[in-house]
């Protein structure tokens, strides 16, 4: 259908090296963007964007200004951003009291400071443009605390994305640009890939995800691309949960 579709839209997607931002960048592709894959890690990131059949953008999004050179430059080559999706993070896995402040600031910098960044150098292109979609990953963990494995700093980032995204949903609104998330459940990627080899956490995983299973990396790529299409065209400060069921528990 032509409302999933986004021929001849511009996106620029972080994090797409690999896992589930490398899928968005795909299904992305597939609907018809010119993609532009962004990532730290250089080798994924040019591999990706080859794979996918976008340009890559080597950047650092806990660096603001690299942030606004970014979409500054992919306005300068594409001729404008329509559709920015902020999805690079990481995960920690320590208890709380043994957290330091070095890790707090490294979960809070990637997860949240940077999706603010990603956000805000989207919006002042998108605004003055009255016209542009933002998506931001958030997590189920936004919304419940995992078990049993202990990740307070990732649960408290991603409920700030998700408060986040609506907050802006309802600042940019009256200037036609919208802004939504993504909350997964477990997806199979390197992130997952350490607890899933871990017998205790993968049965605690499963067992607690009514479809008994993780998602793949598409499954998100695809929600990625109805919230970044005109489906979505009355959808603005929503949190979509794509989670095999978990929260329904
Ligand atoms: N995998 C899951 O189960 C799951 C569940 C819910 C939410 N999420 C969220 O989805 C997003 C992607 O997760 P994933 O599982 O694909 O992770 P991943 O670790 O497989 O991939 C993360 C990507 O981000 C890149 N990256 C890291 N730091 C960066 C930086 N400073 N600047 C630019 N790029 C950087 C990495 O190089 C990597 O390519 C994250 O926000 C994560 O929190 C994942």
């Known amino acids: 259908m032509d409302r999933f579709r986004l021929d001849e839209e ?4 972080t994090g797409a090296g690999r896992g589930i931002g490398r899928a968005v960048a795909h299904a992305l592709h597939e609907a ?5 894959v962004a990532d730290l890690d250089e080798e994924s990131g040019r591999a990706a964007a080859e794979e996918v059949g976008g340009t890559f953008i080597a950047l650092d999004v806990t660096d ?3 942030v606004d050179a970014a979409v500054a430059r992919v306005v300068a080559e594409a001729g404008a951003l329509d559709v920015m999706v902020n999805n690079a993070g990481t995960v920690r896995n320590t208890p709380s009291t043994e957290t330091t402040d070095d890790e707090w600031r490294a979960v809070m910098a990637l997860n949240l ?3 603010f960044y990603g956000c805000r ?3 002042r292109h998108m605004l003055p443009r009255g016209k542009g979609v933002i998506v931001n990953t958030g997590s189920m963990s936004g919304h419940i605390a995992n078990r049993p494995q202990p990740q307070a700093a990732y649960n408290a980032s991603k409920a700030a994305v ?3 995204t609506r907050s802006l949903a309802a600042e940019w609104a009256p200037s036609g640009v919208r802004v ?4 997964p459940g477990y997806v199979g990627t390197e ?3 350490a607890g899933m080899g871990n017998e205790e956490w993968r049965r605690a995983w499963l067992d607690a995800t009514p479809m008994g299973r993780v998602g793949e990396p598409e499954e998100v790529g695809a929600v990625v691309v109805f919230l970044a299409s005109p489906a979505s065209s009355f959808l603005t400060g929503s949190d979509v949960v794509a989670d095999g069921g978990y929260t329904a528990w």
């Open 162 to 164: 998700i408060h986040l």
């Open 113 to 115: 400071d940077a999706v």
């Open 180 to 183: 939504n998330s993504v909350s």
């Open 121 to 123: 150098a989207a919006a």
């Open 32 to 36: 018809g963007a010119a993609v532009w």
């Open 191 to 193: 992130m997952t890939k």
């Open 10 to 13: 511009v996106a620029l997607v």
């Open 64 to 66: 603001s200004a690299a």
